[in-house]
Nanobody
């Protein structure tokens, strides 16, 4: 099973940017979808962004036009560039590789993002 480690979280002010990284223990095929989710205190985990076959990307409405998901050519690292951060973006951010013919889904341990107003 793929092991994932997120990094890059921290405390920033509203309007600033952060780039989160998700590093896998093994190469991830480029047609295997990778997702970012987030979970704020007292809230359910929610979808943020995904990248799939041919680098097709999708975003939640709340982050569209502010966040950008991408992945490195090494096939191990996925990024979430977050611009124009808002206090409501405060959450623990998780990356996840989708289940499928490659094996079961796998989640990272999360990285905290805190945006102050």
């Amino acid at each position: 099973q793929v092991q994932l480690v997120e990094s890059g979280g921290g405390l920033v002010q509203a309007g600033e940017s952060l780039r989160l990284s998700c590093t896998a223990s093994t190469n991830i095929p480029r047609n295997r979808p990778i997702h970012w989710y987030r979970q704020a205190p007292g809230m359910e985990r929610e979808f943020v962004a995904a990248i799939g076959t041919a680098d097709y990307t999708s975003y939640s409405e709340s982050v569209k036009f502010r966040f950008r998901i991408s992945r490195d050519n090494d096939q191990k690292t996925t990024y979430l560039q977050m611009n124009g951060l808002k206090p409501e973006d405060t959450a623990v951010y998780y990356c996840m590789v989708a289940a499928g013919v490659w094996g079961p889904a796998s989640w990272g341990q999360g990285t905290q993002v805190t945006v102050s107003s």
